[in-house]
């Protein structure tokens, strides 16, 4: 038999997943002792908490309307225990499993988190780099960096920063072959293309209104770090993160183009996969990364 805050813990995470299997992989149990949380908690209230399938829960109205009041009284009593231990090593200690494009990674995750790991030498951080939002459960992911639309409402996502995109090349190669002053001029110019690692095709470059795929790159890539570097060689013109090559423009080593025709900058989130209580390793990881993305001296966004 549960205490009844072990069981409260237990529903309000089973509420925020996809099924119990994934509500166990977040506390660390297994789905059978989910289920049999789950199952006590119904009979003691009388009342059914989800509807079951093979694969999925849903929660019934009732689950709703309980889940509502619950939800506050588990953050309160979850700050009040998490107050009472005194020992950060103990607090922090344990895995924090992130993943993050690779061009966020590299150059951005760990210089984020050089603090937080010497304050917190116990938190044990699990670094996948990945283009694509990762099956959290099955990777075993606590927080996640997505440049782009996130679209699964499973996550607790919060903007962090804005990334535009830039036409770049090096002074040398834009005196050789001449500045681009419209879209079509890409057409006479040497310019790289990114492969999707998915599909194999090469991603258009996105502009204010509009698409333009190189038909003829001269470098292809599908790593963003690969294709900097073959701009910076002067190679070619590239379409680039601005958090990558505003370092450079500061420089005077690249030269942005077609600034007037700049799509709208993506967004960079920082998401987790559960709504309910997190440990507080994983709730200080999220927001030592979210403020650390806000802030332009570590994540540049504007010239």
Same mark, same amino acid.
């Given at each position: 038999? *549960?205490?009844?805050?072990? #069981?409260?813990?237990?529903?309000?995470?089973?509420?925020?997943?996809?099924?119990?299997?994934?509500? +166990?992989?977040?506390?660390?149990?297994?789905?059978?002792?989910?289920?049999?949380?789950?199952?006590?908690?119904?009979?003691? #209230?009388?009342?059914?908490? =989800?509807?079951?399938?093979?694969?999925?829960?849903?929660?019934?109205?009732?689950?709703?309307?309980?889940?509502?009041?619950?939800?506050?009284?588990? +953050?309160?009593?979850? #700050?009040?225990?998490?107050?009472?231990?005194?020992?950060?090593?103990?607090? *922090? +200690?344990?895995?924090?499993?992130?993943?993050?494009?690779?061009?966020?990674?590299?150059?951005?995750?760990?210089?984020?988190?050089?603090?937080?790991?010497?304050?917190?030498?116990?938190?044990?951080?699990?670094?996948?780099?990945?283009?694509?939002?990762? $099956?959290? /459960?099955?990777?075993?992911?606590?927080?996640?960096?997505?440049?782009?639309?996130?679209?699964?409402?499973?996550?607790?996502?919060?903007?962090? +920063?804005? /990334?535009?995109?830039?036409?770049?090349?090096?002074?040398?190669?834009?005196?050789?072959?001449?500045?681009?002053?419209?879209?079509?001029?890409?057409?006479?110019?040497?310019?790289?293309?990114?492969?999707?690692?998915?599909?194999?095709?090469?991603?258009?470059?996105? =502009?204010?209104? =509009?698409?333009?795929?190189?038909?003829?790159?001269?470098? #292809?890539? $599908?790593?963003?770090?690969?294709?900097?570097?073959?701009?910076?060689?002067?190679?070619?013109?590239?379409?680039?993160?601005?958090?990558?090559?505003?370092?450079?423009?500061?420089?005077?080593?690249?030269?942005?183009?077609?600034?007037?025709?700049?799509?709208?900058?993506?967004?960079?989130?920082? *998401?987790?996969?559960?709504?309910?209580?997190?440990?507080?390793?994983?709730?200080?990881?999220?927001?030592?990364?979210?403020?650390?993305?806000?802030?332009?001296?570590?994540?540049?966004?504007?010239?």
């Amino acid at each position: 038999m *549960y205490d009844r805050f072990r #069981l409260l813990k237990i529903f309000v995470t089973t509420a925020h997943s996809e099924s119990f299997r994934d509500a +166990a992989f977040q506390l660390g149990t297994s789905p059978q002792t989910i289920s049999r949380a789950v199952k006590e908690l119904e009979d003691q #209230l009388g009342e059914l908490l =989800f509807h079951r399938s093979t694969r999925q829960i849903q929660i019934t109205k009732f689950g709703e309307q309980f889940l509502s009041e619950s939800s506050s009284l588990m +953050a309160e009593l979850e #700050l009040l225990f998490e107050q009472s231990d005194t020992s950060d090593n103990q607090r *922090y +200690a344990g895995r924090v499993g992130i993943t993050a494009p690779h061009s966020v990674g590299r150059r951005h995750i760990l210089p984020l988190l050089e603090p937080l790991i010497r304050a917190a030498p116990e938190c044990l951080i699990d670094l996948r780099l990945e283009d694509e939002v990762t $099956d959290t /459960v099955g990777a075993q992911i606590d927080i996640g960096i997505r440049v782009g639309a996130l679209l699964d409402n499973r996550f607790v996502a919060r903007e962090a +920063a804005k /990334v535009p995109l830039m036409v770049v090349a090096t002074p040398k190669l834009i005196a050789r072959v001449g500045e681009p002053k419209r879209i079509s001029d890409l057409m006479t110019r040497p310019v790289s293309g990114r492969i999707d690692r998915n599909s194999g095709r090469v991603w258009p470059w996105r =502009f204010n209104g =509009f698409t333009h795929t190189p038909h003829a790159p001269r470098f #292809l890539s $599908d790593d963003p770090e690969a294709e900097l570097q073959a701009v910076m060689n002067g190679w070619v013109f590239g379409q680039i993160a601005a958090f990558l090559v505003i370092p450079y423009i500061r420089e005077g080593l690249l030269v942005p183009v077609l600034r007037e025709f700049e799509p709208p900058p993506l967004s960079l989130f920082v *998401y987790r996969p559960q709504r309910g209580p997190v440990p507080p390793r994983v709730r200080r990881v999220f927001d030592t990364l979210s403020e650390s993305f806000a802030d332009e001296e570590q994540f540049p966004s504007l010239l």
